[in-house]
C-alpha cells in the first residue's frame, strides 16, 4: 500500500508563492519518476511539471519560468516550489509517483491539494 502526503496548498495573492510537498511511503522498491499536475473547475486534468529519480524535470509551457521541481531522494519527497503565481493557477494540484515494486510498475496519485490565487 502507498501512501502520498501532499501539502502547501492555500490562498494567495496574485504575484505571490507557494510551496507544495508531496511524501511517499508505503510498498515502494523505487520510485523513478514523480510529478505535479492540475485540474481546474470544467476543465481537464493537465501537467504542471516532473521530474525523473536523476533530476532530469519536464515543464508545462505554463511552469517555466515560474514554478521549478525538486525531490529528495532520501525522503521520498518531491517538491513544487511556485512563484508568481496568477489567477489561472488555480487549481487543484496533484501529486503522482511512478514507482516499482515486486519487479513491476505503478503510478499513484495523491488526493490534491488546492491553490487558490486570487486578490
Known amino acids: 500500500q502507498v501512501q502520498l502526503v501532499e501539502s502547501g496548498g492555500g490562498l494567495v495573492q496574485p504575484g505571490g508563492s507557494l510551496r507544495l510537498s508531496c511524501a511517499a511511503s508505503g510498498s515502494i522498491f523505487r520510485i523513478y519518476a514523480m510529478g505535479w499536475y492540475r485540474q481546474a473547475p470544467g476543465t481537464q486534468r493537465e501537467l504542471v511539471a516532473t521530474i525523473t529519480s536523476s533530476g532530469a524535470t519536464n515543464y508545462a509551457d505554463s511552469a517555466k519560468g515560474r514554478f521549478t521541481i525538486s525531490r529528495d531522494n532520501a525522503k521520498n519527497t518531491v517538491y513544487l516550489q511556485m512563484n508568481s503565481l496568477k489567477p489561472e493557477d488555480t487549481a487543484v494540484y496533484y501529486c503522482?509517483?511512478?514507482?516499482?515494486?515486486?519487479?513491476?510498475?505503478?503510478?499513484?496519485w495523491g488526493q490534491g491539494t488546492q491553490v487558490t490565487v486570487s486578490s
Open positions: 503522482t509517483i511512478d514507482y516499482v515494486v515486486y519487479g513491476l510498475d505503478h503510478s499513484y
